[in-house]
Each structure stands twice: as C-alpha cells, then as structure tokens.
C-alpha cells in the first residue's frame, strides 16, 4: 500500500512491551463506585447481585483472552494475571490494558439487567485499569495475597460500620466510633453488639472471587465466543484463602 506523507507520525508511538519472563497483570476499579453504589440501591454492606455481575464481566474477560490463567476480584475491581509467556498483542500493554478494561467495562453494562431487572441503570459505569509487572512468582502471589488481605480489611471495617447504620447511627457517628480500633475491636464489636460472628460470613464477602480454568476444558474456539456469550462453564469460581501455600498446592499448574 502506498504511504501518505503523515506516515512518519507513527513513530511517535511509544513501544510499549512489557518485559518478558514477567507475569502481567491487569487490575480493573470502578471509578466513583461508592457514588454508583449508592444511586443504585446497592445493599450494604455486601450486594451480592453487584457481585454477581462483577464475576460475569471478569468470565467474559477470560474468554476474550485465553492467557488469563487467574482472575481475582472483590467490591468493585478484577484482577486479571496473563501467563508469563502470553503473546497476546505483542505483550504491549496499552492494548492489554485498554481491551481488558473496555471488555469489562461493557460487559457490565450489557449484563446489567440480569442481575438488576428492577433497578435502571442511571449513567454509564467507568472502570479505570492499569498494567503491574511481577517478575517472580512469589511477587505474583503476593499481589495476589495484598489484594485478598485489603477485600477482608475493607470488609471488616464496612460490616461494623454498616451495622452501626443500620442500627442508628448517622455515618459520621459510624466513621468516629470506628476510628482507631483494632481488627479484634472490630470482631469484638461485631460479637457483642450484633451477635455476628465474623468468620461465620459469607466466603464471598470476606475472601472475594477466584476463577480459573476448569482442568480439561479446552479453549473457546471464535464461533463459541460469538454464539455463546453467556456460558461460564468452563470457568470455576471460588471463594477462599489465596494467601496460605494450600491453594496453589492444590493448583500447582497455575504456576508451571
Ligand atoms: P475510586 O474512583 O477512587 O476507585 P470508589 O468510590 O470506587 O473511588 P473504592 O475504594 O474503589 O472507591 O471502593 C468501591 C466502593 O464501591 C466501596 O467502598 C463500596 O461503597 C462500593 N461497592 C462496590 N461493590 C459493592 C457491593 N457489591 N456492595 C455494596 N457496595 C459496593
Ligand atoms: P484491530 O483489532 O487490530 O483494531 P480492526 O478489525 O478493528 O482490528 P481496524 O484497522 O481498526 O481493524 O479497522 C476497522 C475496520 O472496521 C475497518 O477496516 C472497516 O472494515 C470496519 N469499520 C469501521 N467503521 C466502519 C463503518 N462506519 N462502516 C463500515 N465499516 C467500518
Ligand atoms: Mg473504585
Ligand atoms: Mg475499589
């Protein structure tokens, strides 16, 4: 094809490869999500339709990219980790970043009325994302971990603080009375004040969402991904500990 005279512009694009060996993550947040949250009736502390829908955006996700060996997601963001080798886009991370987060992005929105057929979605929901490098794989797990050991901070602190509200509290009230105490605090206050047993929640709220692959599912060819955009059972989702050293001895693959 002939070149135009403006073709030198595209030198002014910037490579950017990530380096290789290098496990890529991509993670995605919601932008502004406690103000989306609260517009639409999100149950509080934990939504679990919210949550719903937040494991089908990540599922369509891991079909458009089969290198996403693990996604990891709590509240309102997704982790996503390609294999070290992955090829996918030449490894550029604009793209990878740019594709995870649209993909999502839209997925949320066109699967919004699955999991809420009685509330209107109000404006379109914003997820940001970015690209982190981990060049071992303890680095890799240890994300991982940091991510999971924040999902349970966050839920401790908003389960108390909910409860608090919800028992009369303005949220001012909530944020002082909180301020400074402890996680035991916490799970004492939880304890004698609401009878709740904080290790008796729900995995979910206190673990988040793991997906893998299942063992023996092979990829989605391009017909399937088109005719069934709504299947995720090759996907298995779980809800437990991903700090301790027994899920990745149970899932040694995950890191061969
Ligand atoms: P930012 O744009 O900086 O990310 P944000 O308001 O999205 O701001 P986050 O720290 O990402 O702040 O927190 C997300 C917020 O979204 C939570 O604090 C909570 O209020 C709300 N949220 C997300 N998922 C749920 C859910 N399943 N149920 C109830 N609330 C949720
Ligand atoms: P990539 O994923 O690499 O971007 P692509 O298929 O999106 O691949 P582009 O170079 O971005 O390739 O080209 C977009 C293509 O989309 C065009 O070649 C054309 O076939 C089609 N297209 C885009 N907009 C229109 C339009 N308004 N009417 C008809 N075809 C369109
Ligand atoms: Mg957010
Ligand atoms: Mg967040």
Known sequence: MAKSRFEYVKHFEILDECLRNCW?????????FHKFSVAHNFKKPNDDNALDLMNESACGVMRLFHDIILAYGASDEYSFVFKKATKTYNR??????????????SSYTFHWTKYFPNQKLLYPPVFDSRVVLYP?????????????????????????????????????????????TN???KNELLFSKFRTNYNDLPQVYRKG???LRKKGCADYSKKDE????????????LHE??????????????LT
């Open 24 to 32: 890529i993550v991509v993670r995605v947040d919601g932008k502004n």
């Open 92 to 105: 550029r991370a604009s793209k990878l970043s740019s594709t995870v987060v649209s993909q999502f992005s």
């Open 136 to 180: 071992s794989d303890m680095n890799m797990r240890d994300y991982l971990s940091w991510r999971q050991a924040d999902c349970h901070i966050n839920n401790l602190f908003n389960t108390c603080f909910w409860n608090l509200v919800h028992d009369g509290m303005t949220t001012k009230q909530a944020e002082a009375s909180l301020k400074g």
């Open 183 to 185: 996680s035991s605090e």
């Open 209 to 211: 969402t793991i997906i």
């Open 226 to 237: 088109l005719f069934q955009p709504n299947s995720n059972s090759r996907f298995e989702v």
């Open 241 to 254: 500990d991903i700090i301790g050293q027994d899920f990745w001895t149970e899932h040694a693959d995950l």
